[in-house]
């Protein structure tokens, strides 16, 4: 913070009214956050004294926590100081109704539960079969432990988590070691706390929020997974530990194609960080030569969200990175050696530059096999306006169309539905909610609503759509690569965890084929190093592949 203190077998869905008009991108959003049932309020806690926190809050995540196939949905928040106790605010599950509808269970899942939450990241760590829930936290982050009954435990103790106080934000589960268990990565920001709280002021009376600077860094956390419902710290043995750093976003990546996955940390005024798993334990920071440290132009900028795919479909993949404004995003395309940071000549640079940007996905909105960018945008002071007259608190969410030449253009406004409303937003993350085939839209805002936004398609594009079972992998598959060929195009896609910005997506992957009714093959390189092809599958269909058993259709999406 640099610079400032399947669609036929459902009734109609609603929402479809509230689109309106007509789009150049080949689909539309529709707001459909109140007719289906989600009613959220985000609390930053904020009562005027200014902590640091509180602008920083919070993220989202699509979840099938039931595994009924249909993604539900699950909203972090925050809490009163103490203090300052004006409110009860908790965490929101919401489960989906299968009707474009879904039905809060917070308190029957046994979520109501008041902590000052930030980030969350899915996975099933036990490989029971059933997604379990890590949140992020100011102070004491919590493992929730999903029974398989609807319901979840708090097994923050007993697992080996408890009694760790830290600013923690974005966090992902993978498996490092590739021994079929997921581990825990989890980001920390500065070392805060209320105690610790620093007084910062703009015009030496009144306080102001602080800039990072006026904090020490903080190390991230590498937790391994024992495989008996335990975990271990390994982060000074892995080579992770590094107090100078000043993390908010993470995303995971096989950078070199050995099969083992690699870390990409998103560092607020501090280089960004590569962590390559060299495949016996350890991590060596490669960020530096691999060009994704910096800006081009040497300095280290302010990183709030990170994700990374295969957005020129060149068989790698590249990154993006939000920064503050007047700082711009970062694209980085790999060039065979390293990467360049190609925001300026793309359009995501200038069109960026006045924004400050934190959730960030690729997702194919339009189908047509080219991966775009969605990014949240809001600032971290209401008082920004005054100091920066070109420059406002709440900002337009951007969401930049591939052409298919590595060049993007920003059709928020073309999406109707008020998406480019100005928001202060925060968590984004993406899951096809209604199962159609595309995907759809979760944002979050800094002491606001939560939005979400239907995707419909307006020229016919298909899709197909792959959930991936581990069997010698973890369950979840994470870490797994998909790789199809269709329509003369080769696509990519990992099924991940992290990414954006305090979020999680889905776990199933979604492909674009534009018109195509078939495609060719679909190859997967599992974690545990098995790979699997399948030929001739038809569009319009989710496939489920359990590794070494095979692939079957779900029916429809």
Request: charged share 20%.
């Given at each position: 913070?640099?610079?400032?203190a399947s669609?036929?077998?459902?009734?109609?869905?609603?929402?479809l009214?509230e689109?309106?008009?007509?789009t150049?991108?080949?689909?539309?959003?529709?707001?459909?956050t109140s007719?289906?049932?989600i009613?959220?309020?985000?609390n930053s806690?904020?009562?005027?004294?200014?902590l640091?926190p509180e602008?920083l809050g919070?993220g989202c995540?699509?979840?099938?926590?039931?595994?009924?196939?249909?993604?539900d949905?699950?909203?972090i928040?925050?809490?009163?100081?103490s203090g300052?106790?004006r409110?009860?605010?908790?965490l929101r599950l919401?489960?989906?109704?299968?009707?474009?509808?879904?039905?809060?269970?917070?308190?029957?899942?046994?979520?109501d539960?008041?902590m000052?939450?930030?980030?969350?990241a899915?996975?099933?760590?036990d490989n029971d079969?059933?997604p379990d829930?890590?949140?992020t936290?100011?102070?004491?982050?919590r493992?929730?432990?999903n029974?398989?009954?609807?319901?979840?435990?708090d097994?923050?103790?007993?697992?080996g988590l408890?009694k760790?106080?830290?600013?923690?934000?974005?966090?992902?589960?993978?498996?490092?070691?590739?021994?079929g268990?997921?581990?825990l990565?989890?980001?920390n920001?500065?070392k805060?706390?209320?105690?610790?709280?620093?007084?910062?002021?703009?015009?030496?009376r009144?306080?102001?929020?602080c800039?990072?600077e006026?904090?020490r860094g903080?190390t991230?956390?590498?937790?391994h997974?024992r495989g008996?419902g335990t975990?271990?710290?390994v982060?000074?043995?892995?080579g992770?530990?590094?107090?100078?750093?000043?993390?908010?976003?993470?995303?995971?990546?096989d950078?070199?194609?050995?099969?083992?996955?690699?870390i990409?940390?998103a560092?607020?005024?501090?280089?960004n960080?590569?962590?390559?798993n060299?495949?016996?334990g350890t991590?060596?920071?490669?960020?530096?030569e691999?060009?994704?440290?910096?800006?081009?132009?040497g300095?280290?900028?302010?990183?709030m969200?990170?994700?990374?795919?295969?957005f020129?479909?060149?068989?790698?993949?590249?990154?993006?990175?939000t920064?503050f404004?007047?700082?711009?995003?970062?694209?980085?395309e790999?060039?065979?050696?390293?990467?360049?940071?190609?925001?300026?000549?793309?359009g995501?640079?200038?069109?960026?530059?006045n924004?400050?940007g934190?959730?960030?996905?690729?997702?194919?909105a339009n189908?047509d096999?080219?991966?775009?960018?969605?990014?949240?945008?809001?600032?971290?002071?209401?008082?920004?306006?005054?100091?920066?007259?070109?420059v406002g608190?709440?900002q337009?969410p951007?969401?930049?169309?591939?052409?298919?030449?590595?060049r993007f253009?920003d059709?928020?406004a073309?999406l109707?539905?008020?998406f480019?409303?100005?928001?202060v937003g925060?968590?984004?993350?993406?899951g096809?909610?209604?199962?159609?085939g595309?995907?759809?839209l979760l944002?979050t805002?800094?002491n606001?609503p939560a939005?979400?936004?239907r995707?419909?398609q307006l020229?016919?594009?298909r899709?197909?759509?792959f959930?991936l079972?581990?069997?010698?992998?973890?369950r979840?598959?994470?870490?797994a690569?998909?790789?199809?060929?269709?329509?003369?195009?080769?696509q990519?896609?990992?099924v991940?965890?992290g990414?954006?910005?305090?979020?999680?997506?889905?776990?199933?992957?979604?492909f674009?084929?534009?018109?195509?009714e078939?495609?060719e093959?679909?190859?997967i390189?599992?974690?545990s190093g098995r790979?699997?092809?399948?030929?001739?599958?038809?569009a319009?269909?989710?496939?489920?592949?359990?590794e070494?058993?095979?692939?079957?259709?779900l029916?429809?999406?």
């Open positions: 913070m640099a610079g400032l669609l036929s077998r459902l009734p109609a869905l609603p929402g009214a689109a309106g008009g007509t150049s991108s080949g689909f539309r959003f529709a707001d459909v007719s289906a049932g009613s959220f309020q985000h806690g904020a009562y005027g004294g200014k640091l602008t919070s995540a699509f979840i099938d926590y039931d595994q009924d196939g249909w993604q949905i699950l909203l928040n925050g809490m009163d100081w300052h106790k409110q009860r605010s908790t919401y489960r989906n109704n299968r009707d474009g509808t879904f039905r809060d269970v917070t308190a029957h899942a046994g979520l539960i008041e000052y939450g930030m980030g969350v899915v996975g099933d760590y079969g059933f829930i890590l949140v936290c100011v102070g004491q982050n493992l929730f432990h029974t398989g009954k609807g319901t979840f435990a097994v923050t103790d007993r697992s408890g760790r106080s830290a600013f923690s934000t974005s966090a992902l589960w993978f498996d490092y070691d590739r021994d268990l997921l581990d990565f989890v980001c920001y500065v805060w706390s209320p105690e610790r709280d620093v007084f910062c002021s703009l015009d030496g009144h306080k102001s929020y800039t990072p006026a904090y903080d991230c956390w590498l937790f997974n008996n975990f271990e710290d982060t000074a043995q892995s992770i530990f590094d107090s100078s750093s000043k993390s908010l976003g993470v995303a995971m990546l950078d070199d194609g050995d099969g083992w996955i690699d990409l940390v560092n607020d005024t501090q280089p960080k590569m962590y390559r060299q495949g016996n991590f060596k920071d490669a960020a530096v691999a060009g994704l440290a910096f800006s081009n132009d300095r280290a900028r302010a990183g969200g990170i994700d990374v795919a295969d020129a479909n060149s068989g790698h993949a590249g990154v993006a990175i920064n404004d007047n700082e711009m995003t970062g694209l980085y790999y060039d065979g050696k390293n990467y360049q940071d190609v925001a300026a000549r793309t995501v640079g200038l069109a960026s530059k924004t400050l934190f959730g960030c996905v690729f997702l194919d189908l096999g080219w991966l775009d960018l969605a990014v949240a945008n809001g600032h971290i002071d209401e008082t920004v306006r005054n100091i920066r007259g070109n608190y709440a337009p951007q969401l930049f169309l591939n052409d298919r030449n590595v253009r059709v928020a073309e109707n539905a008020g480019d409303q100005p928001k925060r968590g984004l993350a993406y096809d909610f209604d199962r159609d595309d995907l759809d944002l805002t800094n606001g939005y979400l936004y995707n419909d020229e016919g594009n899709s197909i759509r959930r079972v581990g069997t010698k992998s973890n979840d598959a994470i870490g690569l998909v790789r199809i060929v269709a329509g003369g195009m080769t990519l896609r990992m991940k965890s990414s954006s910005y305090l979020s999680q997506s889905e776990l199933p992957v979604t674009g084929l534009g018109k195509s078939r495609l093959s679909a190859v390189q599992w974690p790979t699997e092809e399948f030929k001739n599958l038809s319009g269909r989710c496939y489920e592949c359990v070494g058993k095979g692939i079957s259709p029916g429809g999406f």
